[in-house]
């Protein structure tokens, strides 16, 4: 799941302050951990995230927090570190013995880290995309596509979109909805593709 | 997922949804090309279709289930013993110790990002990973798929079969890491009609850091600035 590792377009120049939140109960402690993931729904919701996991199939956040066992999984997408150094500090405070991983610029996690005293465990390090990268559409549309790691947002519907915000017959806001909505995960950023959607159109 | 044309007005709002174009007009139709699609629900989830005419079939039968099993994430995968597109990789490592610091775990994902693959070109990379003496994580769905663990076959009659994406996973001895990059990435430049797209997992030591970073930018092995990071939370 979410693969985010491998998200495009993120640099120490732009788009530098997204912060993937994953928080994954091991499988065989899912049933022991149902409670637990339950509370970790609602701290990670309480801090107002860009999106989380669910909500782009239309399920209201109540009810993500009684789906939140059978997921055994909360992804969710914050853009700024104050917030997730406050989010973490609650977490840690509730001790509910289930992984967190961050997914950011290395930078931005040991930051983090550092204001939490804490030291990273594991990473997960993309060395990029090799074999027929003729295949692949432009950067722009990638740093939108990748978001989603399953790869469901198609390249076609990134140019539907940005065609029709173009024409001015939808807002860059709605557009960034409809391209959000095929990850299931809840990990597309809505705020960045937002502005990779103006950046597209005026471009 | 097919589209029942008696329900259909061909207004064409489906087609850009589909992630490997496989939604296309056909003389007077719209169509789903069923030897393209590769059953990841997408547009059937999306719920776009004025007159419902995107239809899931009840029961998807093997081996085209399979397509379903590694692209669509809202399967759920009893029916092959195929448990989900990847593991937890390091996700849960910190619950797990799957990684140690003498090891590399290796992420090999064919057809991402939204270029597709068949499983024929999963069944190389699982070949010339075999012959090159790998562990490969056993609760990844390509793993069941593996008839043959000396050389690295797939079962025959997936092989056709077309998914958005496969995951390869598996372990190497760390002080192997930079052999195995040497020798993988020509072959996936030379040999793989699609694309691939390769990641590391690497335990850190006592105090937060892996030596990776600095032995990939020493022999000029460019990597993301960006990655996941298990913050080690389960077990304080
Ligand atoms: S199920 Fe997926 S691959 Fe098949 S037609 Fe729909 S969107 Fe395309
Ligand atoms: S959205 Fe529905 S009606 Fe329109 S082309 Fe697709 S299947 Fe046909």
Redesign the interface.
Known sequence: ????????G???DSDNNEIVV?C????K?KAEKAEAIKKMTDIVLSYSPDNIIGRP?GIKDEDIRELSPSFGIITAVFNDKETVVKL?SE??EN?L???????????N?REI?HRQN????????????????E???DDDT?SI??QCG????????V??IIRQVKKGDLTSDDGAVLLA??C??GIVNHTRTKRIIEHMAGG | MFIDSTLCERCMDC???????AIRARKKEVVIVQDECVE?G?CF??NICPNSAIKQLDEIPYPRIVRAHF?D??MTHESIDVCG??T?????????HS?TEDQIGF?V???????GTRLYELEKVVQKATSMGVDFAEDNPVYPLIIDHSTGKLRPEVLNEKV??AIAEFTVKRSELLSF?SEL?PF??NQ?????????????D?????S??EE?ERNR????????????????
């Open positions: 799941m979410t693969h985010s590792q491998n998200r495009t993120i640099s120490h994953l994954m109960v091991h499988f402690q199939l973490l977490i840690r001790n013995g289930i992984s967190v991983v961050l997914s950011s610029l290395f930078a996690v880290c804490l030291t990273e465990h594991t990473f997960n390090i993309s060395l990029g995309v090799f074999g027929q990268t295949k692949l559409p990638l596509t990748t399953h790869a469901l947002v198609a390249p076609a519907l140019r539907k909505k095929p299931v995960c | 087609r850009p949804l589909c992630p490997v174009g990841c997408t989830r999306y692209s994430p809202a597109r990847g937890e990789e390091m996700k849960t490592n910190d619950v797990t990684y992420s994902e064919l057809g991402r990002p939204g270029v958005l994406s990059i990435i996936f430049n793989i009609e699609t694309v691939v797209t390769v990641s590391l997992i690497a335990r850190c006592k105090n937060g850091r892996v990776v970073f990939l092995i460019a990597f993301y600035p960006n990655g996941k990071v298990n913050l080690g939370l389960a077990n304080i």
